[in-house]
């Protein structure tokens, strides 16, 4: 049985020992707790340990909790992200339901998830998708195209674009691991000149969190090291 207490504390313990080490602001991070596959009764334990980001990639499954959640828990500031690759067909579901959405990759998503975000509601949080380690098998846009994907983004009036987002390949070697957040980084300094809004760096999860935050990730998306292995529905 996994406690979900200690091991956010453990986590969190561990964002703070690494940002002061690099001489970074421990709240400049946040902490995305990725609760895909994971139940609503441990959800409810990361949430009474004071968590109250949390991480989906399953439309569907995430709906279901969001839901849940703003029945059983209406006074509780939850923050809904959505962290998987989104087919067309359920741009709506996380336009009318989610707080931001990192996996951005094309104009046409954007498009449809500013035409189909509620009048009531805030602006969606997005991010840009970058496919930074150039894997045949991996969703995201090349480095080189996100400049005219912003330009398109920008125009359209119910996304508030944010900033980056990357899974770069599996690489256990930290030099490694830093030199490809290192470009990250560097991405998204140069779009910061002329669109100085862009705050925001999804990247580290478990196994590459410390390279992430000396990099300079603003978000860090965290399930394992808090929840125990993955469990599929």
């Known amino acids: 049985m996994n406690n979900v207490h200690d091991n956010l504390l453990v986590i969190k313990n561990k964002i703070q020992k690494i940002a002061l080490e690099c001489e970074r602001d421990p709240n400049t991070i946040e902490l995305i707790a990725v609760s895909k596959t994971k139940p ?11 968590q109250f980001s949390f991480g989906e990639n399953y439309v569907q499954e995430g709906v279901e909790k969001i839901h849940y959640f703003k029945q059983m828990m209406p006074d509780t500031p939850l923050i809904w992200h959505f962290i998987g690759p989104l087919q067309s067909n359920k741009s709506k579901l996380v336009a009318e339901n989610f707080d931001w959405m990192h996996t951005i990759d094309r104009f046409k998503i954007a498009q449809r998830l500013n035409d189909q975000r509620p009048a009531d509601k805030a602006k969606l949080n997005i991010l840009i998708q ?6 045949s098998s991996k969703s995201g846009v090349a480095a080189q195209e996100v400049p005219d994907l912003v330009k398109q983004i920008i125009t359209l009036p119910n996304l508030n674009l944010r900033g980056l987002m990357a899974i770069p390949e599996i690489d256990n070697n930290f030099d490694n691991q830093l030199y490809v957040f290192n470009k990250m980084q560097q991405l998204l300094q140069s779009l910061q000149t002329n669109y100085p809004f862009m705050d925001t760096l999804s990247m580290g999860m478990t196994g590459d969190m410390q390279a992430a935050i000396v990099a300079g ?7 394992t090291a808090i929840f125990g292995a993955r469990q599929y529905l």
């Not at 970058?130 to 894997?135: D, T």
């Open 217 to 223: 990730s603003t978000m860090v998306r965290i399930g």
């Open 40 to 50: 609503v009764t441990q959800i409810t334990e990361a949430i009474n340990a004071g």
């Open 130 to 135: 970058v496919n930074i380690s150039q894997e």
